[in-house]
């Protein structure tokens, strides 16, 4: 693994469907980050982990929910996907929440 | 009520001029600028930043200049390359545990 790893890369799903979109890291960052971007509206954030055992919500934080048992993974779980949530979802990690953050390669996600 | 704006959606440049983008924000607490470049189907990629306390940062052929009065910033890249061509997003942090806000970036198209 190198930097920060999506997956999936892509997802079609349907409505009402829970859904996981992963995201690890291997730079041993404490912080993570998930935004979403939308056309138009450039990306948001969704929720936030400063390290290890905590999260905090973002700016777009409705119908998605987040844990950080580790370093190393930051999974973004849609409990009852809709299709407003068709959305790019990027993960990012940065070594502290003061520091610049680095992106993933992102999940396309389409909800019908 | 957008915080960073990017007012142009898109900007086109001949190979070899100069490429302006610009960002306007509108909330004086923010201390911390970044520029963020995206490619199609990739994750954005941190470009440059500059700190409030500071009014340029170069590097190379980037160079971000920052006017806190006017409360604008514009990323300078100099001479423009194709390779150049991408979407780029300005975002703003408030604080050292303050959240990064995006714009919604400028599609910068450079033709050889």
């Known amino acids: 693994i190198a930097g920060i790893t999506q997956a999936p890369t892509s997802q079609i799903l349907a409505a009402g469907r829970r859904m996981t979109l992963r995201c690890t890291q291997d730079?041993?960052?404490?912080?993570m980050y998930w935004y979403r971007q939308d056309l138009g509206l450039g990306l948001r954030l969704i929720h936030y982990s400063n390290t290890a055992g905590t999260t905090g919500k973002g700016e777009v934080p409705d119908g998605y929910s987040v844990s950080r048992a580790n370093t190393d993974d930051f999974p973004l779980t849609l409990a009852s996907a809709v299709p407003s949530q068709t959305s790019v979802y990027f993960c990012?990690?940065?070594?502290?929440?003061?520091?610049?953050?680095?992106f993933g390669p992102g999940t396309r996600l389409l909800v019908l | 009520d957008q915080q960073v704006k990017q007012n142009s959606p898109s900007l086109s440049v001949q190979e070899g001029r100069i490429s302006i983008l610009n960002c306007d924000y509108t909330?004086?607490?923010?201390?911390?600028f970044l520029w963020y470049k995206k490619y199609p189907a990739e994750g954005p990629t941190f470009l440059i930043s500059?700190?409030?306390?500071?009014d340029k940062n170069e590097d190379g052929r980037f160079t971000v200049f920052l006017n806190k009065s006017a409360k604008h910033l514009s990323l300078h890249i100099v001479p423009s390359q194709p390779g150049d061509s991408a979407v780029y997003f300005c975002a703003a942090r408030g604080g050292s545990q303050g959240n990064l806000i995006f714009g919604k970036g400028t599609k910068l198209s450079v033709k050889p």
């Open positions: 500059i700190s409030s306390i500071k």
């Open positions: 990012a990690t940065s070594p502290s929440r003061s520091e610049t953050q680095y």
């Open positions: 909330n004086s607490m923010f201390d911390y």
């Open positions: 730079m041993r960052h404490n912080a």
